[in-house]
């Protein structure tokens, strides 16, 4: 099985066939460039789907821009086999709470996605301070402002406001952004767009209106430009760069911070925070929810520890530095202190590190909760933590180095320092965890390679961990700490990855903005003109710390932008070969349905990634195998730009050659959360099951189809009239697959029980009537069934061709090849047995 994308053209190939467990994962995303040959119809009858109709003819006002905005298919043959026996199973679950669930929702955020945000106060006056000496109360103020107006401008009015309503269905994150634009205009680099992929209850696509022509014609741009795709994409996986960097940066910073009341008692201090952190990654294998729960009640005592901490010294000291709120302190303190001032800045945005959590981690809760948490328990607790500091300040300047354990009463200190360092491990483990989200969906999408993930929790999906990725994270961080020994240059390094992370949310919202929520042109460039300016100002205060310590996640993001955007380009060039050298119909009518060889018992599962025409891999098989089976399946599992894709709408079943073949294409769909963990004996029972169904509607279709030819026109306008208008849109322009015409025509069988039948009950009995051919098809299907299953995998080299530019060869021969040589291999990720699996070897020269 072969995980991957396609190449320029295949010149070679070398085949041999083993029986082996060794063969390699195929690419879970994968859909065909319709061209001229592919899309034409072809020689045996084809279920269309129930959409009905020739394209209407284009003209002025709504329905043209509805036209131009969703392609109408040429033709629907492929339909959901499972979804009739799902009553409303259409219907996105929605994520409405009562009010008690979403306080306690709102309860369990604290624990999840604002530990990091909730650290800060460990390190942020100590960093700014450290950069800027205090010499007056300008200072202080001026410095405690620009805290209080970053937390209200980026937190509070972008994310809460703002970002957490461009969610994708209710997830979240970098990659949701990404999916939620793809939805709407097609712009992935690979091309694995289905019209049936539409259909998808939680593709929930909203058409701009008609007086707003801005969406269609930015639509159409990304569509039109490749060099824009391209862009895109690598915006997106520099974010997502960031946010790995980000897993390394966060265990070091906060928990350096939060021991270093220690620093100066205790001997060792560096080897002991090595010890925290790897400790911190060895405990990740028990399961985000192990390590969460075990946690989760130490936030909320945190926050409560920050508030009146930070109210008592407010109280006690300096109530005087509630002044701040004028932000003319913030020109007073760049007056005075100019170019230190904005050296200052860099430590300024450390107070909204963790502000993507809020987003990223949206798919485990609600707008709502995450709204509630924030506006009413984590921005006054920070608020009043900074201006408690503030206050202390005023009175001892000397104090911040240490500011945070030196405000805390002496009494205190020791149940505050145990607090600390647990809320910082939790922090560090709600960054781990986003680390490992992220790196599943880049694998999802094809953009990294395939490495094992181990689900944690039987109940929540989301719950994952991958060995090797932690195993990175551990030895970085170690390393960082032991370099570095302190929290200046790790806050530089930990500041650009945040800002970085911010920036790419800020162009991706932008673009949801237009495209999408078609809100107004002057509002829409308000929100990257407000934010994206301040983000880019904090970004270039930060790069100027680049040689201490800013260097770091430049190069972090760099490395694993390169190994994903290679990965993602040595992909897509193996499929485009695939696409390009799959076998004609003309061929496969010519060899005839014997294929040219003996066809004996058996089901043979060929594993591929086109969803249409038959793969060049096919025709090894057929040279190498002195016979095939009598049932052939190409199965393709590919990734569609959703969250979750229900279980009833997984399958996509059609026929590949004429009915004596018996070759047929299964398409299975995932979205890019969703959990592939099937055993493969329920795999083979339920594909076996689904395709039993397929046969059976195709032969009814049939036969409706020739028993209710003189009754069409009737049933289309009665349909229409009880469907109403969504309905015939639905039906007429996208042209819904079978699945959905059945369904209208059962609900109109059933109106007709009630106030007289539509159709003649001659034709409704002859349409029941058992086909002596389908009893046949199912008969040799159960044939096969019983003499067993075989998995046909491909194991490929990809090879740059001789006179291939050297660039090309370096990253394909020698990078893409050392990726896909350590990379998870197929029958590991299946689970099939060894005995069961036949495999080819091909080399394709691209």
């Given at each position: ?93 929605s994520k409405d709470t009562s009010t008690w669930q979403t306080l306690a929702l709102a309860f369990q ?226 007056k005075k202190n100019s170019g230190l001032a904005w050296s200052a800045l860099g430590g300024c945005v ?497």
């Amino acid at each position: 099985m072969e995980e991957g994308g396609g190449g320029d053209g295949i010149e070679e190939a070398s085949t041999s066939v083993s029986l082996s467990g060794g063969g390699e994962s195929r690419w879970v995303d994968g859909s065909e460039v319709e061209d001229s040959s592919e899309s034409a119809a072809p020689s045996w009858p084809v279920i269309d789907g129930g959409g009905g109709g020739g394209e209407a003819d284009r003209g002025d006002g709504y329905g043209y821009l509805r036209r131009r905005l969703v392609k109408n298919p040429r033709r629907v043959d492929s339909f959901d086999v499972e979804a009739m026996e799902i009553e409303g199973a259409r219907r996105h679950r929605s994520k409405d709470t009562s009010t008690w669930q979403t306080l306690a929702l709102a309860f369990q955020t604290l624990g999840v996605v604002y530990g990091d945000m909730g650290t800060s106060p460990l390190y942020v006056f100590s960093d700014v301070f450290s950069r800027v000496p205090i010499e007056s109360d300008v200072d202080v103020l001026g410095a405690l402002s620009l805290v209080m107006y970053t937390i209200a401008l980026i937190p509070l009015a972008k994310y809460v406001f703002v970002v957490l309503k461009a969610n994708d269905n209710g997830e979240g994150g970098t990659f949701a952004l990404y999916s939620l634009i793809c939805r709407y205009a097609d712009i992935s680099v690979l091309p694995n767009r289905q019209p049936a992929d539409e259909l998808i209850s939680s593709y929930r696509l909203k058409l701009p209106t008609p007086e707003l022509e801005r969406a269609l014609n930015i639509k159409e741009t990304l569509e039109r430009r490749s060099s824009l795709k391209t862009t895109l994409l690598l915006l997106v996986l520099m974010g997502t760069s960031m946010i790995i960097g980000d897993g390394i940066l966060t265990p070091a910073i906060s928990v350096m911070s939060a021991v270093s009341g220690l620093q100066g008692e205790l001997e060792g201090f560096g080897t002991s925070l090595c010890s925290f952190n790897a400790f911190l990654e060895r405990i990740q294998r028990f399961g985000t929810g192990k390590v969460g729960f075990l946690f989760a009640p130490i936030l909320a005592l945190w926050f409560f520890c920050l508030g009146s901490i930070g109210l008592y010294n407010l109280i006690k000291h300096d109530i005087t530095v509630l002044r701040a709120v004028n932000p003319a302190y913030i020109y007073y303190f760049f007056k005075k202190n100019s170019g230190l001032a904005w050296s200052a800045l860099g430590g300024c945005v450390l107070c909204i590190t963790g502000a993507e959590a809020m987003f990223a981690d949206l798919g485990h809760f609600t707008v709502r909760a995450i709204q509630v948490a924030f506006s009413c328990v984590v921005f006054p607790c920070l608020l009043l933590a900074y201006m408690g500091q503030a206050a202390y300040l005023m009175q001892y300047p000397g104090s911040a180095p240490r500011i945070f354990y030196d405000s805390v009463p002496r009494a205190l200190f020791w149940p505050v320092f145990v607090i600390a360092t647990l809320a910082a491990m939790i922090a560090s483990q709600a960054m781990i965890s986003a680390t490992f989200s992220c790196v599943k969906q880049s694998m999802a999408l094809g953009c990294f390679p395939r490495l094992k993930i181990v689900h944690t929790s039987r109940r929540l999906m989301g719950q994952i961990y991958i060995p090797i990725i932690n195993w990175f994270l551990m030895v970085m961080c170690v390393i960082v700490v032991a370099i570095f020994q302190g929290t200046t240059d790790i806050a530089n390094a930990y500041g650009i990855a945040e800002v970085g992370v911010m920036i790419v949310s800020t162009a991706l919202v932008t673009i949801v903005m237009l495209l999408i929520w078609q809100t107004n042109l002057s509002l829409a460039l308000c929100f990257p003109l407000i934010f994206g300016s301040v983000e880019l100002i904090y970004l270039c205060a930060i790069l100027s710390k680049i040689k201490q310590g800013g260097w770091l996640p430049l190069v972090f993001a760099f490395s694993f932008l390169c190994v994903m955007y290679t990965w993602n380009y040595g992909s897509v060039l193996k499929y485009q070969s695939e696409v390009r050298e799959k076998i004609s119909m003309d061929l496969m009518l010519e060899l005839g349905s014997t294929l040219g060889t003996v066809r004996v018992p058996g089901i043979g599962l060929l594993y591929n990634e086109l969803v249409q025409g038959i793969p060049s891999i096919f025709g090894q098989f057929l040279l190498s195998l002195p016979a095939i089976h009598s049932t052939i399946v190409f199965v393709c599992i590919k990734y569609v730009p959703v969250p979750v894709v229900p279980q009833e709408e997984r399958f996509l079943f059609r026929r590949a050659c004429p009915k004596d073949y018996h070759m047929f294409r299964c398409v299975a769909r995932y979205g890019y959360k969703d959990v592939r963990k099937e055993d493969h004996h329920a795999f083979e029972q339920l594909l076996v099951e689904s395709l039993e169904k397929f046969l059976r509607m195709e032969a009814e279709d049939i036969a409706l189809e020739n028993d209710l030819h003189d009754f069409e026109l009737d049933s289309v306008s009665v349909r229409s009239m009880d469907l109403g208008p969504a309905a015939r849109y639905r039906a007429d322009d996208l042209r819904a697959p079978l699945i959905q015409g059945r369904q209208f025509e059962e609900s109109d069988t059933s109106v007709s029980e009630e106030g007289g039948s539509m159709l003649p009950p001659s034709i409704m009995s002859s349409s029941l009537e058992e086909d002596p051919g389908l009893e046949y098809e199912l008969s040799a299907l159960r044939e096969a069934m019983d003499s067993g299953f075989t998995y046909l995998l491909a194991h490929g080299d990809v090879r740059a061709r001789k006179d291939s530019w050297f660039f090309k060869k370096l990253v394909i021969n020698y990078f893409y090849a050392f990726l896909r040589r350590n990379c998870r291999a197929g029958p590991a990720n299946m689970s099939v047995p060894h005995m069961n699996i036949l495999q080819v070897r091909i080399t394709y020269m691209v």
